[in-house]
């Protein structure tokens, strides 16, 4: 992109973005839906913390297909994906800040105090 | 000076004449006048906030009620400083650099006619501009809970604090969108030959701030909607009466305002590295080093937010890590300040008044940068935490750095934006002013922190009374030394007689190759770049 | 939410507006990136309520758990459903548009904008349901304060993603159904659906994660 | 070395007055050395007679630059290095602390001893003897600040948070408090007593303030806990503080916030202490959540005593705020080395016996006679008679105080010393009285 001005999008169309068939996006809609089938019948099972970690994987691949190929990811360029990607990051860097901190207290106890003599 | 090759009444139209009018101003999308727009507006905000602060300092020059008949009992104090850090901070310097002279500067050096959503630029001002009117709201009860709007008290006291965060909300909307449309600028329209590694270093610092004025803010937005929520219904996220964490809006709170911090500072430093290169007439040295450090400060500033929390009841894990991802920062930081000091070496300088101000600005950012250190380290912060000198770090932090370069920069393109060149016998006066009395105001500070002076307080025991005293005598000279540096080019612009050549440093720098002031469109054509920024000096002598 | 949709009358329909500055592949780029930095920040808004969601899951883990099964998880569901839906159906609106198919666009854009509707009434009943049972901000139920932290964040999340919801209903109304009826967009000009069908997509997107962490594992 | 955080408290503090000096020096050093090198090239390359000369064009130098990267990069791990070690004895309390337990409200500070012992505004410690401080806060953040022991730590509401320190030296000294909590945070003081060992032991074991509570009538009782507890936000005249004032407030009516009325009865006002935001009288909306609970804090008897204190507000009283530092109460090795008349002078002024709040020793008039020119003195009693206080007399003054009152004064000395002074302590007390000539 150093030359802003050069017609570096090279389609046809003069937008020069890139046209996906419905078909594509037929086949992502239905993969979504079954991965949402699969999230609510793996919630029913309890496997402990796990539950959790399951739901948001599976929740990633959701959004993963959504920004790749809903919203064109896929054929996007680097500065665009740095732009797409600063966001999850910070956000990794927010709960993991704070989770340096929360989990790590310690809990001092105030004395017990002797009943006061009369 | 051949370029007078336009007809006479072509060099007359230029931006500020091309459309008269009061609503010719208050409705353009042209970046330069929404530069003065911002520039006014702020400034109002800054004297605002300046009275505050000079009130402030009148009830601390004697222990006890000190002026009775103004702060009548501590709440007034309280109410005063917390609306001198909301307006300093919210209305003043974060919009301060990056939304007037970015405006201004942004499209001339990258060789654009406007922003990318020139639009999108004026609605930024007004979103500032209705946030602002929210917070003037506030005043009928306002708000006593200090700039960081810490619960509980934040959500507990009876102060319309819901009002006044929601007017903070407005205002990083406002950042927000002025940072985006730099980003997209500097991306996408800059003139052909223009790379990055051509980009003037201070376009680099606005880069760096806009990427942190789109992705930080929405952290304190969201941050200052839970308060508003916690309020309003209780909602139980920070209010330990209900089962929250309050040092949870802490760390929320800090995510944002410690990047915040590099907001106000780097494009000053852009600043500073535009004009000691002009008046060395050499080129910046280590050009590549000072880029990279703008953006390694930017980065790194995302990582150290918790330096504020030593002593907030956070674990001792976490404070270790914070304190050593913030020493981190003072790195590149330190890269800067070798360069800007290289650069002068061999030069042919010469003292104008943004010179002036640029090497102040060397001195006092150093001492603001080293008390930062001091801050960093977790023992020393446990004593020093909250007491005057962290007071006295910031200001030297945000004036000796984002104040004196905003005004560096005021004087230094002065020429381009109005077409005059002020009095420089004026402006010398004025700069030694701000100079003694800023250093006379905040020097005893430092002391008393180390004395233990605690921050916020109304009174104090009598052992700190000298020192304030002399706080209060620098800050009348500091507050003095301003308006009289900003009457001095406001009254330059309005009456100055004196009219400013087209480049009067001889600078190579894009923006001054056009007319002074420029035309509605900036270029007359768009320019073709095919040098390296500040290419001064003779190769020969390598 | 580019700040030159409106097209100037000199314009062709089907070519890209005239823009001062810059030329239209330009604009197209900067129109782009200015969406997905928008979008950044979005993310970043809810950022703030997953990372409260995280700690506030950390100290009150079994109320969570609790609380979460008080939601009605078969709204839960046929929301995501019906959101799913309506985000592919902007996604094909965009080609209608690259197709020069404005009547697609409408067709399309109209059914996202009808999802959001059907989404936005059951969100509505399941407030109402909660309101009922005291579980409802200003009617709270002292029967349910343990579960005040969860609702607490429940409501905020739900309120705001509700908030985006809107907007980008009355988004792709404004600048995808409206400038396609009088067939604006063609393949060199389809700007506007790309990026409303993109905020679209981000309401989506934000509601992958919010259903699983507020309905199934709280 | 430099001294620039002055006096040292604690046994960490000199670490960190360690760390402090050596990032002064570095700072120094730099800042110095940047500037001086910065007006040194200032003056020798500047423009000479207002012309230009030629200059090198000089890009950078890739040296220099891994110079101050890796210089820097240096010192800074050192000076964080310096920085964790203090920070680190800060955080490790020894396992042999005492531990008092620190509350903060808006504004003062109540500290609870593990053998049930209370003070406001006041924290009693022993030299050389670790203390762990466990904080906590009723209402909104504080923060826990000792100048001289270098530390510091947040209280917060909800949670415990701790800060501990060795007293090397006895003295008594500041505590502020440093994280902002209204209006009165510049007022939210302590001071820190640190006594010898003996000496606090025994101000432990003292329950003399608790028993004179007990003994009081209830309304005098419920006005020293006024004068603790209350006075900050509620005044006895009429004028605003905070909260409403007591004049007059017994049965009372008027409105509250949100539409409602009240009726200042018993039940209202015990309401009000405990559960103050259940209540808000009009006016005082932006107080509304001002008031902390008092649940837990203050017993039954203590509010029954308010009530009572309350009933008698008409205007006319006037209570100090809590508390003027007592003197100093010594220990037993000490008296023994004692002269009779410092001893007595030791008891006399001791916390414990507290003759000094009712009599002078320069002649002025307090509650009681004046101690000045007492010895062998004829005064007339309130029977009419003449007596030469003698040291039968003050003997018999001070164990039963009410068989003989000096005209002119009221029979209000409490009994409370028989049993308590020994007769060796009286005859110290009378020679002491014989030197206030
Ligand atoms: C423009 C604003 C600005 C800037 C640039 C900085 C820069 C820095 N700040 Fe500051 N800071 C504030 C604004 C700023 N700060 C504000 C507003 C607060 C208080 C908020 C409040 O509570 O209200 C604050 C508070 C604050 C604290 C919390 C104190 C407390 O409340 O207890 C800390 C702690 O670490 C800190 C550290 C630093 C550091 C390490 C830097 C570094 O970036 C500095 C790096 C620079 C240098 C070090 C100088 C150059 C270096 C050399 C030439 C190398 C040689 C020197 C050495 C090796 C030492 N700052
Ligand atoms: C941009 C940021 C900025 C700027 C420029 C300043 C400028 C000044 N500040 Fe400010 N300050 C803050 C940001 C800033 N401050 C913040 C964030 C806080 C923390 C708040 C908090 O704790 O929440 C703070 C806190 C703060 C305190 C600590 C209060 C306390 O903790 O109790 C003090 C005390 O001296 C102070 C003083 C000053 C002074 C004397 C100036 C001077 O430089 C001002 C110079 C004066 C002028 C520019 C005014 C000129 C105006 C006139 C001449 C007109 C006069 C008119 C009338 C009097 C009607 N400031
Ligand atoms: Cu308590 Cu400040
Ligand atoms: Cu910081």
Redesign the interface.
């Given at each position: 992109m150093s030359h802003a001005h050069s017609h570096d999008h090279s389609s046809g169309h003069h937008d020069g973005g890139h046209v996906v068939p419905v078909s594509t996006f037929l086949k992502v809609l239905i993969a979504l839906l079954v991965l949402t089938v699969i999230t609510v019948l793996a919630a029913k099972i309890d496997m402990g913390k796990w539950n959790i970690v399951g739901a948001l994987v599976i929740a990633s691949i959701k959004a993963a297909l959504v920004i790749l190929v809903f919203m064109h990811g896929k054929y996007e360029n680097r500065i665009l994906w740095t732009y797409i990607l600063i966001p999850f990051i910070l956000l990794a860097i927010m709960i993991g800040g704070v989770f340096t901190d929360d989990p790590f207290r310690s809990h001092p106890q105030p004395v017990a105090v002797e009943k006061a003599k009369a | 000076m051949s370029a007078h090759a336009t007809t006479a009444h072509n060099e007359e139209l230029n931006y500020l004449n091309w459309k008269t009018g009061l609503w010719s101003w208050l409705s353009s999308t042209d970046h330069k006048r929404i530069c003065f727009l911002y520039l006014f507006t702020i400034l109002i905000f800054f004297f605002a906030g300046g009275a505050a602060a000079l009130l402030m300092r009148l009830e601390l020059a004697s222990a006890g009620p000190t002026i009775p008949g103004i702060v009548k009992?501590?709440?007034t104090y309280?109410v005063l400083f917390t609306l001198h850090g909301v307006f300093m901070i919210f209305l003043f310097v974060v919009p301060g650099i990056p939304a007037t002279l970015g405006n201004f500067l942004i499209p001339l050096m990258i060789g654009?006619?406007?922003v990318?959503?020139?639009?999108?630029n004026l609605?930024s001002y007004y979103l500032y501009v209705i946030g602002a009117t929210i917070g003037a709201i506030s005043l009928l009860?306002p708000v006593?809970?200090?700039w960081t709007f810490?619960a509980?008290?934040s959500t507990?006291?009876?102060?319309s604090v819901s009002l006044m965060v929601f007017a903070a909300f407005v205002l990083g909307f406002s950042s927000?969108l002025t940072g985006?449309?730099f980003?997209?600028?500097i991306?996408?329209?800059?003139a052909?030959g223009m790379?990055?590694m051509r980009l003037p270093v201070f376009i680099w610092a606005s880069y760096a701030t806009a990427?942190i004025q789109?992705?930080?803010?929405?952290?304190v937005?969201?941050?200052l909607?839970?308060i508003i929520?916690e309020r309003?219904?209780?909602?139980?996220?920070f209010d330990?009466?209900?089962?929250?964490?309050?040092?949870?809006m802490e760390?929320?709170f800090w995510?944002y305002s410690h990047p915040v911090v590099y907001i106000m500072v780097l494009p000053a430093f852009g600043v500073v590295g535009e004009i000691i290169p002009v008046f060395?007439?050499?080129?910046l040295?280590?050009?590549?080093?000072v880029v990279l450090s703008s953006m390694a400060i930017a980065a790194v500033g995302?990582?150290v937010?918790?330096h504020h929390m030593f002593?907030?009841?956070?674990?001792?894990?976490?404070?270790?890590?914070?304190?050593?991802v913030t020493?981190?920062v003072?790195?590149p930081t330190?890269?800067k300040?070798?360069?800007w000091?290289?650069t002068?070496?061999?030069?042919?300088?010469?003292?104008s008044t943004p010179m002036l101000y640029a090497?102040a600005f060397?001195?006092l950012f150093?001492?603001a940068g080293?008390?930062g250190?001091?801050l960093?380290?977790?023992?020393?912060?446990?004593?020093y935490?909250?007491?005057y000198f962290v007071v006295a770090h910031f200001h030297y932090t945000i004036q000796g750095g984002a104040v004196i370069g905003l005004i560096a920069a005021l004087h230094y393109w002065f020429p381009k934006m109005s077409g005059k060149m002020y009095s420089e016998t004026a402006s010398k006066f004025a700069f030694a002013l701000v100079f003694i009395g800023f250093n006379l105001t905040f020097i005893p500070q430092f002391v008393l922190g180390?004395?233990?002076m605690?921050?916020?307080?109304?009174?104090?025991?009598s052992q700190y009374q000298n020192l304030h005293t002399i706080s209060t005598v620098g800050a009348f000279m500091n507050g003095f030394g301003y308006t009289f540096a900003l009457a001095n080019l406001l009254w330059t612009a309005l009456f100055g007689k004196v009219k400013a050549p087209r480049n009067p440093y001889n600078s190579v720098g894009l923006e001054w190759q056009t007319a002074s002031p420029p035309i509605h469109?900036n270029f007359p054509e768009t320019p073709v770049v095919d040098k390296d920024p500040y290419?001064?000096?003779?190769?020969a002598?390598? | 939410m580019s700040s030159h949709a409106a097209a100037p009358h000199e314009v062709a329909p089907g070519d890209p507006p005239h823009i001062h500055h810059m030329d239209s592949t330009t604009a197209y780029g900067a129109a782009k990136l200015g969406m997905w930095l928008f979008l950044a920040t979005e993310i970043l808004l809810f950022a703030v309520m997953f990372c409260s969601f995280a700690i506030m899951r950390y100290y009150h883990l079994d109320k969570f758990h609790d609380a979460s099964h008080h939601l009605n998880l078969l709204a839960g569901a046929f929301n995501t459903a019906v959101l799913l839906f309506s985000s592919f159906t902007a996604a094909v609106a965009v080609t209608n548009a690259q197709r020069g198919d404005n009547r697609g666009v409408v067709v399309n854009f109209g059914i996202s904008i009808l999802c959001g509707f059907i989404f936005l009434l059951v969100k509505a009943y399941e407030y109402s349901e909660k309101a009922h049972h005291g579980m409802f901000p200003f009617v709270w139920n002292s029967n349910f304060y343990e579960y005040k932290n969860f609702l607490g964040i429940y409501f905020t999340m739900t309120g705001l993603h509700a908030l985006h919801v809107i907007i980008g209903m009355v988004v792709m109304f404004i600048y995808g159904i409206r400038p396609a009826m009088k067939n604006r967009y063609s393949g060199r000009y389809y700007t506007p659906v790309e990026l409303s069908a993109l905020y679209w997509h981000l309401v989506d997107l934000i509601w992958i994660y919010l259903f699983p962490l507020l309905y199934l594992v709280g | 070395m430099l001294g620039l955080l002055g006096e040292q408290g604690s046994d960490f503090a000199h670490k960190v007055d360690y760390a402090h000096d050596i990032v002064t020096i570095i700072s120094v050093v730099c800042t110095v050395a940047i500037v001086g090198t910065m007006l040194y090239f200032a003056v020798i390359y500047r423009q000479r007679d207002g012309r230009d000369h030629e200059t090198p064009m000089i890009e950078g130098n890739n040296l220099l630059e891994v110079i101050w990267t890796v210089f820097p990069t240096l010192v800074v791990i050192w000076v964080a290095y310096l920085g964790y070690d203090a920070f680190i004895d800060m955080r490790t309390a020894p396992a042999d602390s005492m531990e008092v337990n620190v509350t903060g409200q808006k504004w003062a500070w109540d500290f609870q001893y593990a053998n049930g012992k209370k003070t406001t505004g006041e924290l009693v410690v022993p030299v050389d003897q670790p203390v762990k401080l466990v904080m906590t806060s009723r209402d909104v953040l504080h923060s826990f600040f000792v100048p001289v022991m270098r530390t510091k730590m947040d209280v917060i509401p909800g949670r415990y948070t701790y800060e501990w320190f060795r007293p090397i030296k006895t003295g008594d000294f500041q505590v502020f408090c440093t994280e902002y909590c209204g209006d009165l945070h510049s007022g939210m003081r302590a001071r820190l007593k640190v006594l010898p060992k003996a000496e606090f032991e025994r101000w432990l074991a003292d329950d003399s303030e608790e028993r004179k509570l007990a003994s009081m009538k209830p309304s005098d009782r419920g006005q020293e806990i006024y004068g603790k507890q209350c006075i900050a936000c509620h005044s006895l005249d009429g004028s605003p503080r905070t909260g409403p004032s007591w004049l007059k407030l017994f049965g009372k009516e008027g409105q509250l916030v949100g539409g409602g009325t009240y009726k200042a009865d018993e039940n209202y006002i015990r309401e009000s202490i405990l559960y103050p935001q259940s209540k808000t009288v009009a006016g005082y909306e932006a107080a509304a959540n001002a008031m902390p609970s008092y649940k837990g804090q203050l017993s039954d008897d203590d509010i029954t005593s308010l009530i009572a204190f309350i009933k008698t507000i008409d205007g006319t009283q006037k209570v100090a705020p809590s508390q003027p530092a007592a003197p100093k109460a010594l220990d037993a090795a000490q008296l023994a080395a004692m002269s009779p008349a410092d001893r007595g002078k030791a008891l006399f002024n001791d916390p414990g016996n507290m003759c000094y709040t009712c009599h002078s020793i320069d002649g002025s008039r307090l509650v009681g006679p004046s101690m000045k020119g007492l010895w062998e003195r004829k005064s007339k009693m309130s029977d009419g008679t003449e007596i030469v206080s003698d040291a039968n007399y003050i003997k018999e003054s001070i164990l039963k105080p009410q068989a003989k009152i000096v005209e002119g004064y009221g029979p209000v000395m409490p009994a409370i010393y028989e049993g308590k002074l020994k007769d060796e302590n009286i005859s110290d007390i009378i020679e002491y009285i014989k030197t206030l000539k």
């Open positions: - | 009992d501590p709440h309280n654009a006619k406007d990318a959503f020139p639009r999108l609605f009860h006593d809970t200090g810490y509980p008290y507990t006291t009876g102060t927000i985006l449309n980003i997209v600028t991306h996408q329209l800059r052909p790379t990055w990427i789109t992705v930080a803010t929405p952290v937005g969201m941050t909607l839970l929520a309003v219904f209780g909602a139980g996220i330990p009466a209900k089962g929250g964490d309050p040092v949870l760390h929320l995510f060395s007439r050499k080129p040295f280590g050009y590549k080093m995302f990582i937010w918790a002593v907030a009841g956070i674990s001792d894990f976490s404070a270790i890590f914070f304190s050593l020493f981190l003072a790195i330190a890269i300040v070798f360069n000091v290289s002068m070496y061999k030069g042919s300088i010469s003292f090497m060397v001195f150093m001492i080293t008390t250190i001091y960093a380290m977790l023992g020393v912060d446990v004593y935490h909250d007491t180390m004395e233990g605690p921050r916020r307080y109304y009174d104090y025991p469109e290419h001064y000096g003779t190769p002598h390598v | - | -």
